[in-house]
T-cell receptor, first 111, second 114 residues
Framework: TQLLEQSPQFLSIQEGENLTVYCNSSSVFSSLQWYRQEPGEGPVLLVTVVTGGEVKKLKRLTFQFGDARKDSSLHITAAQPGDTGLYLCAGDNTNAGKSTFGDGTTLTVKP | KAGVTQTPRYLIKTRGQQVTLSCSPISGHRSVSWYQQTPGQGLQFLFEYFSETQRNKGNFPGRFSGRQFSNSRSEMNVSTLELGDSALYLC?????????????FGPGTRLTVL
C-alpha cells in the first residue's frame, strides 16, 4: 500500500510568517499533487509536480518534488488569513484508484 | 461552466438503513471518482468510474457500491449503514482517468448515521 505522511498535522501561525508543510512516502510516485480544502467545500487542486527535483511557484506558494520522487514540500511566504485551510498532498496510485491522499495539514493563519 | 454538484448536501440516517448519493460531473468529463473523508482516516478512495465502467475500487466492504450512467452522472450506494459510515462523501470529476488530469471536487455529502 502506498502511503503519504504529512507533517505537521496542525499549524497555527501569525499573518506574515513563513511556513513549510511536508509530504513524505517510502514509495515512489510518478507525480504528486497538492490541494487546499476549505470548510464545507471539496479540495481544490493547487499544483501537479511530475519531475523529480521540480520546483513550481504559484504566487506566494512554492512547491518542490523530491529528487527521488518520494517526497514533496509546500512553502508559503508571508502567510495571509486567506491561506487558512486543510492542505492535502496526493500521489498517483498505481495499485488501485486514482489518488492516494495524505492525512493533511490544517493551517490556521491568525490576523 | 457549472462545477461538480452533489445531492443531497446533508443526510441523516439510522443504522441498518441504506443510502444513495448522487454526483453530476462537469459537462464533458467522463471520469468520476468517489472518496470518503473522516477526521480519523482522512480522504480515502472508494471507486472510480470511466465511461460507465468501474475502473478501480478502494479497500471498502461490498456494502459500498456505485454506478455511472451514460451521461456520466454517478451514484453511490451504501447498504446496511453502520455508525462508522458517518463521513463526508466527496465526488470528483475529470476529463479522463489519467492521474494528471485535474480532478474537480464537489462540495460533498455529509452523511450522519445515528
Amino acid at each position: 500500500t502506498q502511503l503519504l505522511e504529512q507533517s505537521p498535522q496542525f499549524l497555527s501561525i501569525q499573518e506574515g510568517e513563513n511556513l513549510t508543510v511536508y509530504c513524505n512516502s517510502s514509495s515512489v510516485f510518478s507525480s504528486l499533487q497538492w490541494y487546499r480544502q476549505e470548510p464545507g467545500e471539496g479540495p481544490v487542486l493547487l499544483v501537479t509536480v511530475v519531475t523529480g527535483g521540480e520546483v513550481k511557484k504559484l504566487k506566494r506558494l512554492t512547491f518542490q518534488f523530491g529528487d527521488a520522487r518520494k517526497d514533496s514540500s509546500l512553502h508559503i511566504t508571508a502567510a495571509q488569513p486567506g491561506d487558512t485551510g486543510l492542505y492535502l498532498c496526493a500521489g498517483d496510485n498505481t495499485n488501485a484508484g486514482k489518488s492516494t491522499f495524505g492525512d493533511g495539514t490544517t493551517l490556521t493563519v491568525k490576523p | 461552466k457549472a462545477g461538480v454538484t452533489q445531492t443531497p448536501r446533508y443526510l441523516i440516517k439510522t443504522r441498518g438503513q441504506q443510502v444513495t448519493l448522487s454526483c453530476s460531473p462537469i459537462s464533458g468529463h467522463r471520469s468520476v471518482s468517489w472518496y470518503q473523508q473522516t477526521p480519523g482516516q482522512g480522504l480515502q478512495f472508494l471507486f472510480e468510474y470511466f465511461s460507465e465502467t468501474q475502473r478501480n475500487k478502494g479497500n471498502f466492504p461490498g456494502r459500498f457500491s456505485g454506478r455511472q450512467f451514460s451521461n456520466s452522472r454517478s451514484e453511490m450506494n451504501v447498504s446496511t449503514l453502520e455508525l462508522g459510515d458517518s463521513a463526508l462523501y466527496l465526488c470528483a470529476s475529470s476529463l479522463s482517468n489519467v492521474f494528471t488530469d485535474t480532478q474537480y471536487f464537489g462540495p460533498g455529502t455529509r452523511l450522519t448515521v445515528l
